[in-house]
């Protein structure tokens, strides 16, 4: 099963005995400020959970797929996910220390 953001809705109006529209207002602006911050080049460490890191990779060359030909791809920035040790060691189903 996905966890998808009207989820999230449900389970915070559930949880904190809010109208939906309220808790579907704290998700988004959780989402956005997630959002800017990777897109100002800055991680994102949520405490328990894990880290989105920002990370640069250079241009380098490539190929085109579907023809063979080569080509350069161009630098970019891509976000990465480092899960936390506490959450490594829940969904394993170990004991937490």
């Given at each position: ?15 904190n ?20 911050t ?9 405490s328990?959970f ?14 085109n ?10 630098p970019?920035?891509?976000i ?10 829940r ?6 220390f």
């Amino acid at each position: 099963m996905t966890l998808t953001k009207a989820a999230i809705v449900n389970e915070l109006a559930f949880r904190n005995m809010r109208e939906k529209e309220d808790a579907q207002d704290i998700a988004e602006v959780l989402i956005e400020i997630i959002k800017r911050t990777l897109e100002s080049g800055e991680d994102v460490m949520i405490s328990g959970f894990g880290k989105f890191a920002v990370k640069h990779k250079a241009a380098r060359q490539g190929r085109n797929p579907a023809t063979g030909e080569p080509m350069t791809l161009r630098p970019r920035r891509i976000i990465a996910f480092y899960c936390a040790d506490k959450l490594k060691q829940r969904v394993n189903g170990q004991p937490l220390f």
